[in-house]
């Protein structure tokens, strides 16, 4: 009890927060974030501090861009979808208000971090073995694989050692309910708080951590995902990272092997690596939407915005112009599906046009500005930046409350502890 004292409650609450971000259901952030807010504003009452400098451009971008949206509510004509977006994007509004009741002093990055590293590195564990605990239900057993092994027959319907589709996207995500993208993301912006710990020497077992966080990643199988922890490691290892030359040569070896013995094992990973090289008309073949599916997604979504205004078309029509546009070009896999654009740029300028595009735009422009001295909100701006080309991440909550999260609390807060 001492200790959590200690560590006090705005650092518990943070880790909830991040917790909560994956861990079902999805209203528990929603409620940790509520409780961080309500809790430290009625202690600014009582206490009268207010952290002004807490605020800073990338908060204030965060506010003006929802206030686009909301603009664009009044030249909506359907209120209700416009009113849902609306809500589901009031973390845009509030997140910016937490720092300014929060002191940097009491925010321990290393404490949050580490805790959240450990906690993914443990959900690593629960969804590889619950994915045995299915195959082992099905029959799969270490029995049945030495028998396959012997030359024993495989019966018809049966694979020949276990079940690889539990061993994948969202079949490997289900325990808990979370999409594979944005398992990817945050298992990605743990693996930057790790590289950060271990370019300031603060983290234990970097390696099994970092192989576990890999293979989280892998597992999960957003394809961008697996390619920005590349790209974030590419970076960390080349310019970041103090390991001598041979070092570093034969962990990018080993990254790039990794990787390449995951798709040539599982024939899940393989089937998505495969349709992300694939670019063909016969797209509704794809099993996971491929390539080809995502070109016709952004074709039409470009054709929409040409046709529109410079405003957009407001949060409660875009979707709608979008699927019209799908009707137009006989897309029709994307007309009953309701696909959105698939990007979250191109989403932006349905939404409210070039003003919002341009927020969105300063918001990054603005985070790697401030990413100068902070190696880790360079790479964990590099999650989002890179993940919105083929990602309509905000249009989920899970999107939403992380984007706006995770930059603000990290361009604000650090892992060295200042005096205001």
Not at 72 to 81: E, H, I, N, R, V
Request: net charge positive.
């Amino acid at each position: 009890m001492i200790k959590l004292k200690k560590i006090g409650f705005v650092n518990i609450l943070m880790v909830l927060i991040l917790i909560t971000f994956v861990v079902p259901p999805k209203i528990l952030n929603v409620i940790f974030i509520g409780v961080l807010l309500g809790l430290t504003f009625v202690r600014h009452i009582i206490n009268t501090n207010f952290h002004k400098t807490n605020f800073n451009k990338v908060s204030l971008f965060f506010i003006l861009y929802f206030f686009m949206l909301l603009v664009s509510l009044f030249y909506s004509k359907d209120l209700k979808t416009g009113v849902s977006v609306i809500t589901s994007s009031l973390s845009f509004l509030v997140i910016p208000l937490i720092p300014l009741f929060i002191s940097k002093k009491e925010v321990n990055l290393e404490f949050i971090t580490k805790s959240y590293i450990g906690f993914l590195c443990l959900l690593f564990f629960f969804l590889f073995s619950t994915s045995i605990y299915k195959n082992v239900i099905e029959g799969y057993t270490l029995e049945y694989v030495f028998d396959t092994l012997r030359g024993r027959e495989v019966e018809n319907g049966r694979y020949d050692y276990f079940n690889y589709w539990y061993f994948a996207y969202a079949n490997f995500t289900s325990p808990i309910g979370i999409q594979p993208i944005y398992l990817g993301v945050f298992t990605n912006i743990a693996v930057v708080f790790l590289f950060y710990l271990k370019k300031i020497r603060k983290i234990k077992y970097y390696y099994f951590q970092l192989i576990t966080l890999g293979l989280l990643i892998l597992l999960a199988a957003s394809r961008w995902q697996i390619l920005i922890f590349a790209l974030n490691y590419f970076i960390f290892i080349i310019f970041i990272d103090n390991s001598t030359f041979t070092k570093k040569t034969f962990i990018l070896v080993s990254l790039v092997a990794t990787i390449l013995a995951i798709g040539a094992i599982n024939p899940v990973t393989r089937i998505r690596a495969k349709e992300s090289f694939s670019i063909k008309e016969a797209f509704y073949q794809d099993h996971f939407g491929g390539t080809s599916i995502r070109l016709k997604k952004w074709t039409n979504a470009i054709r929409s915005i040409a046709a529109g205004s410079v405003a957009g078309y407001g949060v409660g029509d875009a979707k709608n112009k979008l699927l019209d546009q799908y009707k137009k070009d006989k897309f029709y896999l994307g007309y009953y599906n309701k696909y959105n654009s698939h990007n979250q740029y191109l989403d932006t300028l349905l939404y409210g046009g070039l003003f919002s595009f341009s927020i969105l735009i300063l918001i990054f422009f603005y985070a790697y500005k401030y990413a100068v001295n902070k190696i880790y909100l360079l790479l964990m701006t590099n999650v989002f930046s890179v993940g919105f080309f083929t990602e309509s991440m905000l249009s989920r909550q899970w999107g939403v409350v992380s984007f706006s999260f995770f930059l603000i609390i990290f361009t604000v807060f650090e892992f060295t502890i200042n005096d205001d």
